[in-house]
C-alpha cells in the first residue's frame, strides 16, 4: 500500500479577499448622519475629527449594491471549490451590521413571490432576485447548477455558542456539546456533526433553512434579532470515481457568520445569560484578531510569531481558512452612521489586517488507494451499519442481523486485502447510499414518534377520516405557502398527513399536524412480512440440512460460500425476520448448488 498523502497540484499564493460592505440607515435611523464614504468601489473614507482615513480593499460595497451584484465577486470562488480548492467565505462586523443578511439573506423566502407551485417559483426568483437571497443560498445553487456527475456533497451546518459547538441539523431537545479533533485526512474536524448526503439543491436549502431556524439568536439595542452564535454551515465536495492517475478529488466550501461583537450597555439591565454570551462573543472575536494581527504581521517578519488558533473554538475551526490551504474571502461589514463609528473603525482595522495575509493554496487530491482512507472509509462503513441496523430495528420488526453479518464479513476480507481504485469507489458509493437510506429512516422515525402522539390525540377527538383529510388539505396548504421550501412527502405511501384537533388540559382546541395509517396497507404489510420470514426460515434450514449433509465442519472461504461462524448466526437468526430477502437469498441459492456438487 502507498503511503498516506495529499497530492499536491501546483502551489499558488493568495492573498485573503477582504470585501468592506456598508448598510443602509435602518427605519429607526432614518434622518442620522451618515460617515462612511465609497470611492470607486476601492477605498472606504472617513472624515470626522476622531477618525480621518482612506483604506483600500479588494471591494467596497456601498448600500446601494445589491446581493445579487456582491455575489459576482464570490461565484469564481465556487468554481474554485469545484476544482478542488477549499473555500471559505465569512462575514465579520459589530452586531446589527449586516452579516446575516449578507450571509443568509432578509428573510428572503418571505418576500419572494412563492406559490403553491412554489419550486418552481422559488428557484426562478432564486436567480432573479437582487436583494434578499444572501451569500449562502446563492452559493448552493451555483454549485448544484455546475456540479458534474460523479460529484458528490455532503452537508453540515454547526453552531458555537458560549464556546461550546452544536449540531444545528440536528433537533435534540437537550442539545449535546461536541469536540474538536484533528487527523491526517480530515485535517481539523468536529466530532459527532452530522454530514447529510444531498442530491440537489432542495434538500440544501431545506437543511440551511433547519439549521438557521435552531440558531441561538437575541434581541439587542442595536439589532431585533441578533445572531449570539457563530455559525459555520458546510458543504463537502467529492468525486466518487477516481482520474486516470487515480485521485479522488476533496474540497470544501466553509460559509460562516460570525456572531457580532457587541459593547455592554450599562443603562439597559442584561440578563446574566446575555452578559455571558456577550463575553464570550467579544473574548472569541479578540482572539480572531490576535490570529489575524499575528498572521498579517509573520507575513513581514521573519522572527515567526505564535498564531494562537486553540484560544477559541472559532479560529481552530477556522484555522486552515486563515492561515492553510484555503481561499478565503472576508466580508467586512459596517453600520453607515456616526453612533457606530468607534466599532467601524475597529471592524477596517481587522479588514486591513486581514488583507495582508497570504496563503499558499493548492487543489485537493487524494489517492484512492491511500491506506488511511481505504482506512477511514471502512470504519465508517461499519460504524454507519450499526447505526443503520440499530435505526431499521426501531423503526418496525425487521431485522437486519443477518444482512449485516454477510456485510461484516465482507468488511473483514476488505480489511485484509490490497485495495484497488475500482474497489475503493465501490466503498465510497456503499458509504454514501448507507448515509442516504439513515437520512431516510431518521426523518421517518421523526414522524413515527410524532405520528403515534398525534394519532392518539385525533382518536380522542374522534374525527372521520373525511374530516382528517379535508384538514390535512387545508394543513398542506398553509405548510407550503408559510415556507415554500419543504414539500410535504409521503414516501411510503403507508400514511396520510393530517392535522388532529384535540382539547388541551386547559379544555382549549389545539390543532397538530399527524399521520393515520390506512389499515388495509398495515394488513398487507404485515402479511408480506410474514411471508418473507416463512421464506427466509425455510432457506435456512434447508442450508442446514445441506452443510450437515457434507459433513461441512470447517470455515469456507467467504467469496459466495458460507462459513461456520455465519452458519451459527445464522441459526441464531431463525426466529427473526428478515427483510431483505431479495439479496440475501440468491446468496443462499448459489451456496446450494455448490455444496451439492
Ligand atoms: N444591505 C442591507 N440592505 C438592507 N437591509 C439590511 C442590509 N444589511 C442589513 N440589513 C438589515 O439590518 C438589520 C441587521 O442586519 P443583520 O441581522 O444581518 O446584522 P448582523 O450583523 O448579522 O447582526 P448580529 O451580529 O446582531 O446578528 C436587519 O434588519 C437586516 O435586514
Excluded at 468607534?342 to 486591513?352: G, I, R, V, Y
Excluded at 430495528?393 to 431485522?399: A, E, I, Q, T, V
Aim: hydrophobic residues 30%; glycine residues 4%.
Amino acid at each position: 500500500m502507498q503511503q498516506s498523502k495529499l497530492n499536491k497540484s501546483c502551489l499558488q499564493q493568495q492573498s485573503i479577499k477582504v470585501y468592506v460592505r456598508v448598510r443602509p440607515l435602518l427605519k429607526k435611523e432614518l434622518g442620522q448622519e451618515c460617515i462612511i464614504k465609497t470611492d470607486q468601489q476601492k477605498y472606504v473614507v472617513i472624515e470626522q475629527s476622531t477618525h480621518i482615513l482612506k483604506q483600500e480593499y479588494d471591494q467596497v460595497f456601498d448600500e446601494q449594491v445589491s446581493q445579487a451584484e456582491i455575489f459576482k465577486y464570490i461565484s469564481p470562488t465556487i468554481h474554485k471549490a469545484l476544482q478542488g480548492y477549499n473555500t471559505t467565505i465569512m462575514a465579520y462586523g459589530q452586531t446589527g451590521s449586516g452579516k446575516t443578511h449578507t450571509m443568509f439573506g432578509s428573510d428572503w423566502e418571505y418576500s419572494l413571490n412563492i406559490s403553491l407551485g412554489h419550486q418552481s417559483t422559488f428557484i426562478d426568483d432564486l436567480q432573479t432576485d437582487q436583494n434578499h437571497a444572501g451569500m449562502i443560498p446563492r452559493t448552493i445553487y451555483t454549485l448544484f447548477n455546475n456540479l458534474q456527475q460523479g460529484y458528490y456533497v455532503y452537508c453540515s451546518f454547526l453552531q458555537i455558542y458560549n464556546e461550546k459547538i452544536y449540531d444545528l441539523l440536528q433537533d435534540n431537545k437537550v442539545p449535546q456539546a461536541l469536540q474538536i479533533h484533528e487527523s491526517k485526512t480530515e485535517g481539523i474536524y468536529v466530532e459527532q456533526l452530522t454530514e447529510y448526503a444531498v442530491n440537489n439543491l432542495y434538500d440544501c436549502l431545506t437543511l440551511m433553512k433547519r439549521g438557521e431556524k435552531n440558531r441561538m439568536i437575541r434581541q439587542t439595542t442595536m439589532n431585533l434579532k441578533s445572531s449570539r452564535s457563530h455559525t459555520i454551515f458546510q458543504l463537502l465536495i467529492e468525486t466518487s470515481k477516481a482520474d486516470q492517475g487515480g485521485q479522488l478529488l476533496r474540497s470544501k466550501i466553509n460559509l460562516c457568520d460570525l456572531a457580532g461583537s457587541e459593547k455592554i450597555n450599562k443603562q439597559d439591565s442584561m440578563s446574566n445569560a446575555h452578559l455571558n454570551e456577550l463575553k464570550s462573543i467579544n473574548q472569541s472575536l479578540t482572539t480572531l484578531g490576535k490570529v489575524i494581527q499575528n498572521l498579517s504581521q509573520n507575513n513581514k517578519n521573519i522572527n515567526k510569531l505564535p498564531i494562537p488558533y486553540r484560544e477559541s473554538k472559532i479560529t481552530r475551526l477556522l484555522q486552515d481558512s486563515l492561515g492553510g490551504n484555503t481561499l478565503t474571502n472576508i466580508f467586512v461589514n459596517v453600520a453607515p452612521n456616526i453612533y457606530n463609528i468607534d466599532e467601524t473603525a475597529n471592524s477596517l482595522k481587522f479588514a486591513q489586517r486581514a488583507r495582508n495575509i497570504t496563503q499558499i493554496v493548492q487543489a485537493n487530491s487524494i489517492n484512492a488507494t491511500d491506506q488511511e482512507l481505504v482506512n477511514k472509509l471502512l470504519k465508517e462503513i461499519d460504524y454507519l451499519k450499526q447505526l443503520l441496523n440499530m435505526k431499521r430495528k426501531g423503526l418496525n420488526s425487521n431485522d437486519m442481523h443477518f444482512k449485516l453479518m454477510k456485510i461484516q464479513e465482507e468488511n473483514e476480507r476488505l480489511r485484509q486485502a490490497n485495495l484497488s481504485v475500482n474497489e475503493v469507489e465501490k466503498l465510497m458509493q456503499e458509504n454514501r447510499k448507507m448515509r442516504e437510506e439513515l437520512q431516510k429512516l431518521q426523518s421517518q422515525s421523526h414522524e413515527n414518534s410524532e405520528s403515534s402522539h398525534l394519532m392518539k390525540h385525533g382518536s380522542e377527538e374522534g374525527l372521520s377520516q373525511s374530516e382528517m383529510d379535508k384538514q390535512y388539505n387545508t394543513y398542506q396548504q398553509t405548510k407550503l405557502s408559510n415556507n415554500g421550501l419543504l414539500i410535504v412527502s409521503n414516501p411510503n405511501m403507508q400514511k396520510t398527513e393530517v392535522t388532529v384537533r384535540y382539547k388541551d388540559r386547559g379544555n382549549k382546541m389545539q390543532t397538530k399536524l399527524g399521520y393515520v395509517e390506512a389499515s388495509d396497507q398495515v394488513l398487507q404489510r404485515e402479511k408480506r412480512l410474514m411471508s418473507e420470514r416463512k421464506r427466509v426460515i425455510e432457506r435456512l434450514e434447508l442450508l442446514e440440512q445441506l452443510q450437515f449433509k457434507n459433513s461441512l465442519n470447517s470455515s469456507l472461504p467467504l467469496n459466495g460460500k458460507i462459513s461456520r461462524s455465519s452458519k451459527k448466526n445464522s441459526y441464531n437468526l431463525l426466529n427473526r425476520t428478515v427483510e431483505e430477502e431479495r439479496t440475501s437469498l440468491p446468496k443462499l441459492k448459489i451456496v446450494e448448488r455448490r455444496l451439492i456438487q
